[in-house]
Protein backbone atom coordinates (compact mmCIF):
# COMPACT_ATOMS: atom_id res chain seq x y z
CA UNK A 1 0.00 0.00 0.00
CA UNK A 2 1.21 3.27 -0.77
CA UNK A 3 0.70 6.88 0.58
CA UNK A 4 -1.78 7.82 -2.23
CA UNK A 5 -3.63 4.38 -2.38
CA UNK A 6 -7.05 5.31 -0.98
CA UNK A 7 -8.83 8.58 0.29
CA UNK A 8 -7.73 10.73 2.96
CA UNK A 9 -8.67 9.20 6.54
CA UNK A 10 -11.67 11.17 8.49
CA UNK A 11 -9.97 11.16 11.79
CA UNK A 12 -7.05 9.72 13.40
CA UNK A 13 -8.56 6.26 13.77
CA UNK A 14 -8.99 5.85 10.48
CA UNK A 15 -5.01 7.40 10.05
CA UNK A 16 -3.86 5.16 12.46
CA UNK A 17 -5.24 1.61 10.16
CA UNK A 18 -3.82 3.32 7.18
CA UNK A 19 -0.42 3.80 8.29
CA UNK A 20 0.45 1.53 11.21
CA UNK A 21 1.54 -1.17 9.05
CA UNK A 22 4.51 0.77 7.73
CA UNK A 23 6.11 2.08 11.40
CA UNK A 24 8.72 -0.11 12.20
CA UNK A 25 10.28 -1.01 15.19
CA UNK A 26 14.47 -1.30 15.12
CA UNK A 27 16.46 -2.71 17.81
CA UNK A 28 19.57 -1.80 17.37
CA UNK A 29 22.81 -3.38 18.87
CA UNK A 30 26.03 -1.50 19.97
CA UNK A 31 29.01 -2.87 20.75
CA UNK A 32 28.31 -1.69 24.35
CA UNK A 33 24.82 -2.07 24.68
CA UNK A 34 22.17 -1.55 22.54
CA UNK A 35 18.59 0.36 22.10
CA UNK A 36 15.16 0.59 20.55
CA UNK A 37 13.70 3.32 18.08
CA UNK A 38 11.19 3.31 15.42
CA UNK A 39 11.59 4.33 11.62
CA UNK A 40 8.98 3.92 8.54
CA UNK A 41 9.18 2.48 5.16
CA UNK A 42 9.17 5.16 2.63
CA UNK A 43 10.23 2.86 -0.18
CA UNK A 44 9.89 -1.27 -0.65
CA UNK A 45 13.68 -1.19 1.18
CA UNK A 46 13.84 2.09 2.55
CA UNK A 47 13.50 3.09 6.53
CA UNK A 48 13.88 6.53 7.63
CA UNK A 49 14.42 7.35 11.50
CA UNK A 50 16.61 9.22 13.36
CA UNK A 51 20.38 9.78 13.67
CA UNK A 52 20.95 9.32 16.78
CA UNK A 53 19.15 5.88 16.12
CA UNK A 54 21.46 4.39 13.99
CA UNK A 55 24.83 6.06 15.23
CA UNK A 56 27.23 3.46 15.81
CA UNK A 57 25.36 0.77 15.12
CA UNK A 58 26.95 -2.79 14.83
CA UNK A 59 23.67 -4.34 13.76
CA UNK A 60 19.88 -3.25 13.14
CA UNK A 61 17.25 -5.74 13.32
CA UNK A 62 13.91 -4.77 11.89
CA UNK A 63 10.13 -5.60 12.96
CA UNK A 64 6.99 -4.26 10.60
CA UNK A 65 4.08 -5.85 9.67
CA UNK A 66 5.12 -9.20 11.24
CA UNK A 67 8.52 -9.51 8.99
CA UNK A 68 11.50 -9.65 10.74
CA UNK A 69 14.62 -8.53 9.14
CA UNK A 70 18.51 -6.82 9.45
CA UNK A 71 19.42 -2.58 7.97
CA UNK A 72 22.24 -1.26 7.02
CA UNK A 73 22.71 2.88 7.06
CA UNK A 74 22.96 4.33 3.54
CA UNK A 75 23.42 8.11 5.36
CA UNK A 76 23.44 9.77 8.49
CA UNK A 77 23.34 13.49 9.20
CA UNK A 78 23.83 14.20 12.99
CA UNK A 79 23.25 17.83 12.15
CA UNK A 80 19.55 17.10 11.26
CA UNK A 81 19.50 14.03 13.02
CA UNK A 82 18.00 12.17 10.30
CA UNK A 83 19.27 8.54 8.92
CA UNK A 84 18.54 6.12 5.89
CA UNK A 85 17.82 2.85 6.64
CA UNK A 86 18.25 -0.12 3.92
CA UNK A 87 17.05 -3.55 4.27
CA UNK A 88 18.91 -6.70 2.41
CA UNK A 89 14.86 -7.84 1.11
CA UNK A 90 11.14 -5.86 0.47
CA UNK A 91 8.99 -5.08 2.81
CA UNK A 92 4.89 -5.22 2.62
CA UNK A 93 3.33 -2.29 4.44
CA UNK A 94 2.10 1.19 4.20
CA UNK A 95 4.88 3.47 2.47
CA UNK A 96 4.76 6.92 4.04
CA UNK A 97 5.59 10.42 2.27
CA UNK A 98 6.49 14.07 2.99
CA UNK A 99 4.09 17.05 3.05
CA UNK A 100 5.40 19.69 1.13
CA UNK A 101 5.10 22.60 3.09
CA UNK A 102 5.72 23.40 7.20
CA UNK A 103 2.69 22.81 8.96
CA UNK A 104 1.15 26.07 10.73
CA UNK A 105 1.81 27.19 13.93
CA UNK A 106 -1.00 24.85 16.34
CA UNK A 107 -2.20 22.36 13.71
CA UNK A 108 -2.99 19.27 15.12
CA UNK A 109 -0.61 16.10 14.38
CA UNK A 110 -0.03 12.84 15.82
CA UNK A 111 3.25 10.75 16.72
CA UNK A 112 3.14 6.38 15.96
CA UNK A 113 6.36 5.01 17.76
CA UNK A 114 7.45 2.56 20.50
CA UNK A 115 8.00 4.37 23.61
CA UNK A 116 9.64 2.69 26.50
CA UNK A 117 10.01 -0.19 24.11
CA UNK A 118 6.36 -1.61 24.26
CA UNK A 119 3.88 -2.24 21.65
CA UNK A 120 2.97 0.61 18.92
CA UNK A 121 1.69 3.71 20.32
CA UNK A 122 -0.52 6.64 19.15
CA UNK A 123 0.00 10.60 20.74
CA UNK A 124 -1.61 13.52 19.24
CA UNK A 125 -1.03 17.18 20.28
CA UNK A 126 -0.04 20.49 18.21
CA UNK A 127 2.41 22.09 16.69
CA UNK A 128 4.48 24.69 19.20
CA UNK A 129 6.98 25.92 17.19
CA UNK A 130 8.77 26.00 13.98
CA UNK A 131 12.63 26.50 13.23
CA UNK A 132 13.74 25.33 16.87
CA UNK A 133 17.32 24.15 17.97
CA UNK A 134 18.35 21.73 20.44
CA UNK A 135 21.61 20.30 21.88
CA UNK A 136 21.65 16.10 21.17
CA UNK A 137 25.10 14.31 22.23
CA UNK A 138 26.42 15.00 18.90
CA UNK A 139 26.12 18.28 18.49
CA UNK A 140 23.28 21.06 17.47
CA UNK A 141 20.19 20.38 15.46
CA UNK A 142 18.27 23.10 13.99
CA UNK A 143 15.51 23.78 12.33
CA UNK A 144 13.32 21.76 14.27
CA UNK A 145 9.22 21.24 14.68
CA UNK A 146 8.19 22.00 18.22
CA UNK A 147 5.15 19.91 19.16
CA UNK A 148 3.40 19.26 22.36
CA UNK A 149 2.63 15.70 21.37
CA UNK A 150 3.81 13.19 24.34
CA UNK A 151 7.66 11.67 23.15
CA UNK A 152 9.67 9.31 25.24
CA UNK A 153 12.55 7.41 24.71
CA UNK A 154 11.50 4.75 21.43
CA UNK A 155 9.79 7.24 19.71
CA UNK A 156 12.45 8.82 18.07
CA UNK A 157 12.54 8.51 14.32
CA UNK A 158 9.13 7.90 14.00
CA UNK A 159 7.17 9.64 12.03
CA UNK A 160 4.86 13.33 12.78
CA UNK A 161 2.08 13.12 10.93
CA UNK A 162 -0.87 14.95 9.92
CA UNK A 163 -4.75 13.50 10.11
CA UNK A 164 -4.26 12.76 5.99
CA UNK A 165 -1.39 10.23 6.86
CA UNK A 166 1.53 12.78 5.16
CA UNK A 167 4.70 13.08 7.29
CA UNK A 168 5.62 16.44 8.87
CA UNK A 169 8.44 15.95 10.52
CA UNK A 170 10.84 12.66 11.72
CA UNK A 171 10.69 12.52 15.76
CA UNK A 172 13.66 13.71 17.07
CA UNK A 173 13.86 14.35 20.57
CA UNK A 174 12.23 15.71 24.08
CA UNK A 175 13.33 18.08 26.28
CA UNK A 176 13.29 16.45 29.14
CA UNK A 177 14.89 19.56 31.54
CA UNK A 178 15.08 23.67 31.76
CA UNK A 179 17.65 25.24 32.68
CA UNK A 180 18.17 27.01 35.91
CA UNK A 181 20.08 27.00 39.31
CA UNK A 182 18.68 23.91 40.94
CA UNK A 183 19.58 20.56 40.06
CA UNK A 184 18.12 19.97 36.18
CA UNK A 185 16.15 17.22 37.40
CA UNK A 186 13.88 19.85 39.62
CA UNK A 187 12.87 20.69 36.32
CA UNK A 188 10.69 18.64 34.80
CA UNK A 189 9.51 19.77 30.86
CA UNK A 190 6.33 18.35 29.71
CA UNK A 191 4.96 19.15 26.16
CA UNK A 192 7.95 20.10 24.48
CA UNK A 193 8.87 17.39 21.69
CA UNK A 194 10.93 17.84 18.55
CA UNK A 195 10.97 16.66 14.71
CA UNK A 196 13.08 17.31 12.11
CA UNK A 197 11.16 18.63 9.51
CA UNK A 198 9.38 16.85 6.37
CA UNK A 199 11.77 18.90 3.87
CA UNK A 200 15.27 17.83 5.10
CA UNK A 201 13.50 14.60 5.48
CA UNK A 202 12.53 14.28 2.20
CA UNK A 203 16.43 16.13 0.39
CA UNK A 204 18.22 13.28 2.52
CA UNK A 205 16.23 10.85 1.34
CA UNK A 206 16.60 11.66 -2.67
CA UNK A 207 20.34 11.75 -2.03
CA UNK A 208 20.54 8.72 0.19
CA UNK A 209 18.32 6.43 -1.75
CA UNK A 210 20.81 6.38 -4.86
CA UNK A 211 23.35 4.75 -2.88
CA UNK A 212 24.58 1.20 -3.44
CA UNK A 213 27.13 0.69 -0.11
CA UNK A 214 25.95 1.33 2.95
CA UNK A 215 28.44 2.91 5.54
CA UNK A 216 30.28 0.82 7.51
CA UNK A 217 29.02 -1.13 10.67
CA UNK A 218 30.71 -0.48 14.30
CA UNK A 219 33.68 -3.59 15.05
CA UNK A 220 33.04 -4.50 17.59
CA UNK A 221 36.14 -7.38 19.00
CA UNK A 222 39.25 -8.42 16.96
CA UNK A 223 37.60 -11.79 16.62
CA UNK A 224 35.72 -13.14 13.09
CA UNK A 225 32.76 -11.01 12.56
CA UNK A 226 30.12 -12.07 9.57
CA UNK A 227 29.83 -9.44 6.60
CA UNK A 228 26.35 -9.41 7.03
CA UNK A 229 24.65 -9.05 10.48
CA UNK A 230 21.32 -10.69 8.49
CA UNK A 231 19.43 -13.61 9.95
CA UNK A 232 16.71 -14.79 7.99
CA UNK A 233 14.03 -14.88 10.39
CA UNK A 234 10.32 -17.00 9.90
CA UNK A 235 7.97 -16.71 12.67
CA UNK A 236 4.74 -19.54 13.09
CA UNK A 237 2.99 -18.23 16.25
CA UNK A 238 0.58 -15.95 16.70
CA UNK A 239 1.35 -15.07 20.09
CA UNK A 240 0.91 -11.57 21.05
CA UNK A 241 4.43 -11.52 22.85
CA UNK A 242 5.87 -13.25 19.43
CA UNK A 243 7.31 -9.83 18.02
CA UNK A 244 9.00 -8.47 21.50
CA UNK A 245 10.90 -12.44 22.03
CA UNK A 246 12.06 -12.40 18.57
CA UNK A 247 13.68 -9.35 18.41
CA UNK A 248 15.50 -10.29 22.01
CA UNK A 249 16.41 -13.51 20.05
CA UNK A 250 17.52 -11.49 16.80
CA UNK A 251 19.26 -8.98 19.18
CA UNK A 252 21.03 -11.92 21.02
CA UNK A 253 22.04 -13.53 17.48
CA UNK A 254 23.35 -10.32 15.74
CA UNK A 255 25.32 -9.36 18.56
CA UNK A 256 27.29 -12.77 18.73
CA UNK A 257 27.67 -12.11 14.48
CA UNK A 258 29.09 -9.11 14.90
CA UNK A 259 31.08 -10.03 18.48
CA UNK A 260 29.65 -8.00 20.84
CA UNK A 261 29.42 -10.33 22.94
CA UNK A 262 28.54 -8.25 26.03
CA UNK A 263 25.53 -7.13 24.16
CA UNK A 264 24.58 -10.45 23.01
CA UNK A 265 25.51 -11.75 27.03
CA UNK A 266 23.36 -9.12 28.50
CA UNK A 267 20.24 -10.72 26.73
CA UNK A 268 20.22 -13.78 29.22
CA UNK A 269 19.54 -13.72 32.63
CA UNK A 270 21.61 -12.80 35.77
CA UNK A 271 20.95 -16.56 36.48
CA UNK A 272 22.18 -17.74 33.00
CA UNK A 273 24.94 -15.98 32.89
CA UNK A 274 26.29 -16.94 36.30
CA UNK A 275 25.79 -20.47 35.53
CA UNK A 276 27.40 -20.12 32.45
CA UNK A 277 30.82 -18.84 34.13
CA UNK A 278 30.75 -15.18 33.09
CA UNK A 279 31.03 -13.18 29.60
CA UNK A 280 34.64 -14.44 29.26
CA UNK A 281 33.75 -18.29 29.45
CA UNK A 282 30.56 -18.05 27.72
CA UNK A 283 31.99 -16.49 24.72
CA UNK A 284 35.33 -18.41 24.09
CA UNK A 285 33.89 -20.63 21.75
CA UNK A 286 32.03 -17.79 19.52
CA UNK A 287 35.12 -16.29 17.50
CA UNK A 288 33.79 -18.37 14.55
CA UNK A 289 30.22 -19.16 15.11
CA UNK A 290 27.55 -16.97 13.25
CA UNK A 291 23.40 -17.10 13.40
CA UNK A 292 22.05 -17.73 9.70
CA UNK A 293 18.55 -18.48 10.26
CA UNK A 294 16.01 -18.31 13.02
CA UNK A 295 12.31 -20.16 12.40
CA UNK A 296 9.90 -19.91 15.35
CA UNK A 297 7.66 -22.72 15.36
CA UNK A 298 5.75 -21.97 18.29
CA UNK A 299 5.53 -19.67 21.94
CA UNK A 300 3.30 -21.28 24.53
CA UNK A 301 3.11 -20.07 28.24
CA UNK A 302 1.63 -16.88 29.95
CA UNK A 303 2.91 -13.92 32.33
CA UNK A 304 6.38 -13.52 32.60
CA UNK A 305 8.01 -17.17 31.48
CA UNK A 306 7.18 -18.49 27.72
CA UNK A 307 8.59 -21.17 25.63
CA UNK A 308 10.17 -20.98 22.61
CA UNK A 309 9.90 -23.61 20.08
CA UNK A 310 12.84 -23.06 17.47
CA UNK A 311 15.40 -24.27 14.58
CA UNK A 312 18.64 -22.24 14.49
CA UNK A 313 20.62 -22.62 11.47
CA UNK A 314 24.29 -21.83 12.86
CA UNK A 315 27.87 -21.37 10.38
CA UNK A 316 30.92 -22.17 12.02
CA UNK A 317 34.50 -23.94 11.27
CA UNK A 318 34.78 -27.25 11.25
CA UNK A 319 37.01 -27.22 14.67
CA UNK A 320 34.15 -25.66 16.55
CA UNK A 321 31.29 -27.39 14.89
CA UNK A 322 29.49 -30.41 16.56
CA UNK A 323 31.08 -33.55 14.64
CA UNK A 324 33.02 -31.44 12.14
CA UNK A 325 29.63 -29.64 10.86
CA UNK A 326 30.21 -26.40 9.35
CA UNK A 327 26.60 -25.80 8.82
CA UNK A 328 24.00 -26.62 11.60
CA UNK A 329 20.43 -26.92 12.59
CA UNK A 330 19.77 -27.03 16.13
CA UNK A 331 16.40 -27.59 17.84
CA UNK A 332 16.09 -25.37 20.26
CA UNK A 333 13.52 -24.51 23.09
CA UNK A 334 14.43 -21.45 24.60
CA UNK A 335 12.67 -20.57 27.89
CA UNK A 336 11.87 -17.05 28.05
CA UNK A 337 11.63 -14.81 30.87
CA UNK A 338 10.35 -11.05 31.20
CA UNK A 339 12.11 -8.44 33.72
CA UNK A 340 10.07 -5.76 32.80
CA UNK A 341 11.62 -4.48 30.20
CA UNK A 342 12.60 -6.91 27.37
CA UNK A 343 12.63 -10.99 27.70
CA UNK A 344 15.77 -12.13 28.49
CA UNK A 345 17.09 -16.14 27.79
CA UNK A 346 17.14 -17.83 31.04
CA UNK A 347 17.39 -21.52 29.37
CA UNK A 348 18.76 -22.55 25.72
CA UNK A 349 18.37 -26.76 25.89
CA UNK A 350 17.92 -28.85 23.11
CA UNK A 351 15.03 -31.66 23.27
CA UNK A 352 15.04 -33.33 19.99
CA UNK A 353 19.22 -34.24 20.60
CA UNK A 354 22.50 -32.81 18.63
CA UNK A 355 22.35 -30.51 15.57
CA UNK A 356 21.91 -32.19 11.99
CA UNK A 357 24.12 -31.18 9.23
CA UNK A 358 22.13 -28.65 6.78
Not at 78 to 84: E, K
Not at 203 to 227: E, G, I
Not at 303 to 314: D, S
Request: aromatic residues 6%; charged residues 15%.
Amino acid sequence: MSATATSAPKDWAETVQLVRSGVARLAVTLCDGGGVGTGFLVGNDLIITAAHVAKNEAAINVSVGGQYTSATVLGINDNLDLALLRTPTALTGYKFGFAQDLPAQGVEVAALGFPLDRGLAFTSGRVSALNQEVNLPAGTVRGLIQTDTAINPGNSGGPLLLMNGSVVGVVSSKRAWVLGTHDQNDYGAEGVGYAAPASSAAAALSDWARRTTPLPQASCDDQAQTSSSDILTTNHSDHEQAPKVIQSLLTHGQAINRAAYGTAFAILTPELQASEGGLAKWSSGLGTSFWRALTVNSISGSGTELNVETVLRTEQSAADGPGGQTCSDWGLRYRMSWDGTIWRIAAATTPGGAPKAC
